[in-house]
């Protein structure tokens, strides 16, 4: 543990940052740090540096002398988050703020044959999907924010899910991180499992040289590297309580839904075997019914549980279609591994472009995707004038012929419902254009910017036991919306619902009133998301930050909790939750 000599001034910092890192990686000026201030889909703030470590070592040293200097810091890896919890929010935190940008530490370490891996604060899921693929393995997650450069230890950090069913939330309980300590001090805490000696700059470096040997790593039977639990939890179909969700006390360990409260510096995760051989099935059903009949036989009665079921509503399908093909045609033409460096061009473009005209990189690929040809084959475009409600379910070679009797019974011919089993091409051109959706939102909101207030972006878990998933708005509340997009993780009974509201709604009143009938309905938000600076930290939430991070200097102010040091409130109204929630939230 230690405690550097504190810097009494801004340029004394500046000047330790530069001599830690290099003079190029210290970033200053409003028009380099735009791309690390404003978020992907929302939250924006000042900050008096952006500083980008090339090590561990490095990354440690910053991190002291932000300490010292009672600076507030904000880590941020790939900045693909949807709530804003990686980006500042506003310009008041306390000593002002430094963002700690962890792209450049990627390094990752497949160990044990394959079976388990360690990654650093910015590796991407894609690098690590492309690092296993040799091994036959996978990661937690391999679809969906992979395509967009979303890092390992970001998705950890939020408990984030995805659409495989059998695997649940990002979750462990090995790491390596620094928590500060009342008193201002770092410290450096190794529960990856890894002997790496002492010292913390001695930890570090060999993890930065990759310097340790099968030897070094301990067998941890006691400790998970995944959420083991979270087949059996899901199958618990009868249950109120929802399956998977940011604030759930079960998945709150150490780095695991520390929400940038803890500096992490890696993590140790199990990985999956790759599946050959699956089969995609493309249902679609008027009846929402028969949907909850599908799920819930299949979670009841299968031996093992489907790979994947992505749910989809036909407003967006039609506004992914539209606002989307662009990321669809760069996916699937380009492949993912260049996203990451596309988006941060068009981060670049944004920060030059928008100080003359806001939106301009979107109206430019918006006007450019009328050119590229329709990506969807005929029968989806059929599908979607004939059903309301689209679900892609994937299942293991030797569940195919069950799956074929299960849905030739829930579904026969007609307005009713039906499906198609996709064939390879078919499927992957399925589940991309569910998972363009994400972004087509904020394509719609730049496009339309004089008729929409904003996105009200939500991420819902709904109990296992709903019998009742879809939603229908009070005539006040639909009154204000242009568009509702649903789509989600269906056998999780997590959902996605993007609110683009109109001009002169308050969006901010909106979404409370949103919170108010999803109480009534036993939901817990966000699922998977982190609460970010739109959702409020439930009590049992606010009080894990609290406990790994009692002097309020990483990420303050996260999910509406109070900014100032040791959690004193500066604004007591400010930390109030909002009189439209409810208090039997966990």
Not at 187 to 205: C, D, K, M, Q, W
Not at 324 to 349: M, N, Q, V
Not at 387 to 409: C, G, P, W
Not at 444 to 463: E, G, K, M
Request: proline residues 6%.
């Amino acid at each position: 543990m230690t405690r550097p000599t504190a810097p009494n001034d801004a340029a004394t910092l500046l000047a330790l940052l530069r001599n830690a890192v290099g003079r190029r990686h210290v970033l200053t000026a409003p028009r380099a740090t735009a791309r690390f201030r404003k978020g992907y889909r929302t939250g924006e703030g000042a900050a008096i540096a952006v500083v980008r470590p090339g090590s561990l070592v490095e990354m440690w040293r910053v991190a002291q002398a932000c300490v010292a200097a009672d600076v507030s810091i904000l880590l941020q890896a790939s900045n693909t988050g949807l709530t804003g919890g990686s980006t500042p929010d506003g310009d008041d935190y306390p000593g002002g703020l430094v963002i700690i940008s962890t792209t450049r530490l990627s390094r990752l370490s497949v160990i044990r044959g394959g079976k388990q891996v360690l990654c650093l604060p910015g590796t991407t899921l894609y690098a690590l999907e492309q690092a296993l693929r040799p091994y036959g393995r996978e990661p937690h997650s391999v679809i969906g924010s992979s395509c967009f450069g979303a890092s390992v230890v970001g998705g950890i950090c939020n408990n984030s899910g995805g659409s495989l069913i059998r695997r649940g939330p990002a979750y462990t309980q090995l790491a390596l991180f620094a928590a500060i300590q009342p008193d201002g001090r770092l410290h450096l805490v190794n529960h990856l499992g890894i002997a790496l000696g002492e010292e913390p700059e001695t930890i570090l470096s060999r993890l930065d040289r990759g310097e340790f040997s099968d030897a070094d790593i301990e067998d941890v039977d006691d400790r998970w590297a995944h959420d083991h639990r979270y087949a059996e939890h899901v199958r618990a179909i009868d249950s109120p309580v929802p399956a998977r969700f940011n604030a759930d006390p079960r998945c709150l360990f150490e780095a695991a839904g520390s929400a940038g409260k803890l500096i992490v510096f890696a993590v140790r995760l199990d990985t999956f075997p790759r599946e050959e051989g699956t089969a995609t099935f493309y249902i679609g059903t008027n009846e929402a019914d028969r949907l909850t009949d599908l799920r819930r036989t299949m979670l009841r009665n299968y031996d093992r549980l489907p790979i994947a079921a992505e749910y989809m509503h036909r407003t967006a399908f039609d506004v992914a279609d539209r606002y989307g093909r662009d990321t669809f045609f760069a996916i699937e033409r380009l492949g993912t591994e260049r996203l990451p460096a596309l988006f941060a061009a068009k981060a670049r473009f944004d920060a030059l472009a928008d100080r003359l005209s806001s939106g301009l990189s979107d109206r430019l690929l918006q006007a450019a995707g009328r050119f590229i040809p329709d990506p969807l084959p005929g029968w989806m475009r059929s599908y979607r004038d004939r059903f309301a409600h689209h679900l892609m379910l994937k299942v293991s070679i030797d569940q195919i012929d069950e799956t074929r009797v299960l849905l030739t019974r829930l579904l026969p011919s007609g307005d009713a419902g039906d499906y198609v089993e996709c064939s390879a091409v078919d499927s992957a051109k399925a589940f991309l254009h569910r998972f363009v959706a994400a972004g087509a939102a904020v394509r719609y909101r730049a496009i339309h910017a004089d008729d929409v207030a904003d996105i009200v972006a939500l991420d819902v878990a709904l109990p296992r036991n709903a019998g009742i998933w879809t939603e229908t708005l009070p005539s006040a509340l639909d009154a204000q919306v242009i568009h509702a997009l649903y789509y989600g993780h269906f056998f999780c009974h997590v959902f996605h619902q993007d609110y683009i509201v109109r001009k002169g709604t308050d969006p901010v009143a909106f979404e409370h009133a949103l919170w108010a009938l999803l109480d009534t309905r036993g939901a817990q938000y966000p699922a998977e998301h982190n609460v970010g600076h739109l959702y409020v930290a439930p009590p049992a939430l606010a009080q894990f930050y609290r406990h790994i991070d009692p002097r309020n200097q990483l990420n303050p102010g996260i999910g509406h909790t109070p900014r100032a040091r040791h959690w004193t409130c500066e604004n007591p109204e400010s930390a109030e939750r909002p009189q439209s929630l409810s208090e039997n939230r966990v």
